[in-house]
């Protein structure tokens, strides 16, 4: 089933790398609480083998499918069918989207990180659902992250690309995320503002609510 531009609105990106010493099934409950519209599970140098890796996607997975909130999961396609992800979340260092789609179901929502026009089209002419564009501003999520480029990078993506889901991400906060909705994004995906916020579900409802 094809994302839809809605889904975007508030996307939850979350390994448990990023819940300091929360439980991680603790922070996603609290942003389905507070109405995250999409959530991907990004599982990143963790002190979890790939055993236990499985074993909270499967609870993550779970509480997503009680609660009718896409379940995406980050770089691996082996794990998206392992969970029965609704997606995956390819980047231009992961595996070419002509190879997933050999592998995933048709139904298998596929999002791919762009920073640039040419980018994002071929992402487009090669089937993806939906670009995440970014890193719009500085972050401290993703150590390996580029340089910001800014809700005007978004802008031009969106006009070369037209009616297309489109998500911003990188450094987004409540202080800056109408800059990026403003830039023509569908929605925004965010981290830290959720996961490293003293209250996950007032972080997310108060992102939500600036997102109308
Ligand atoms: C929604 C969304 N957009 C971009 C990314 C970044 O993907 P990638 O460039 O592959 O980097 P990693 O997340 O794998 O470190 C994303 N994950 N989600
Ligand atoms: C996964 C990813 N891709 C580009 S920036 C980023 C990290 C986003 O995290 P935060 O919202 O905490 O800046
Ligand atoms: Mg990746």
């Known amino acids: 089933m094809p994302i839809k531009a809605k889904d975007l609105r508030l996307y939850l990106v979350m390994g448990s790398q990023d819940c300091l010493d929360r439980d991680p099934v603790a922070v996603l409950q609290a942003a389905i609480s507070g109405g995250i519209t999409c959530f991907q599970f990004r599982e990143k140098h963790s002190a979890r083998n790939l055993r236990e890796t499985v074993e909270l996607g499967h609870s993550l997975r779970a509480l997503c ?7 995406l999961v980050n770089d691996r396609v ?68 580029k340089q910001p480029i800014g809700p005007e990078a978004l802008a031009e993506i969106r006009q070369a690309l037209g009616d297309f889901p489109i998500v911003g991400i990188g450094g987004i906060t409540v202080d800056n995320m109408a800059a990026v909705r403003q830039a023509g994004a569908d929605g925004i995906a965010v981290i830290s503002a959720i996961t490293r916020a003293d209250s996950p579900e007032q972080a997310a409802q108060q992102l939500r609510q600036c997102s109308r």
């Open 65 to 71: 499918r009680t609660h009718r909130i896409p379940f």
């Open 78 to 145: 082996d794990l998206a069918l392992i969970l029965d992800a609704d997606g995956v979340h390819l980047g231009q260092d992961d595996l070419p989207v002509p190879e997933a789609k050999r592998i995933l179901p048709p139904s298998c929502v596929i999002g791919v990180s762009a920073r640039s026009i040419p980018e994002a089209r071929q992402a487009q002419q090669e089937g993806a659902d939906y670009i995440g564009i970014g890193p719009m501003f500085a972050t401290t999520s993703k150590p390996d992250a």
